[in-house]
């Protein structure tokens, strides 16, 4: 990863550099949102609800699955 530096001696993130910061800070605010879930009581749920809260639950760790494959 290299960070470009710019006048005045400042430092820039470079383009690379910026993308994995984003997808570092969108993978914490994952986590704390599914913590907060998690945390929520699901008996306010309909069947129908909950039957898609499973299904995109299973999405979403299918997707992080393959991230930390990447990673």
């Known amino acids: 990863m290299s960070i ?3 006048a005045l ?4 993130v ?3 550099r910026s993308k994995i ?3 570092l800070v ?6 704390d949102d599914a913590a907060v879930l998690a945390a929520a009581p699901l008996w306010q749920l309909t069947d129908a609800d909950l039957t898609d809260a ?3 639950a299973r999405q979403a760790e299918q997707a992080l ?3 930390q494959a990447r990673l």
């Open 4 to 6: 470009s530096i710019v």
């Open 65 to 67: 699955l393959v991230l």
């Open 26 to 31: 969108q993978v914490q605010q994952l986590g």
């Open 9 to 12: 001696g400042r430092r820039k």
């Open 14 to 16: 470079s383009y690379p």
């Open 21 to 23: 910061v984003l997808m």
């Open 54 to 56: 499973l299904r995109l």
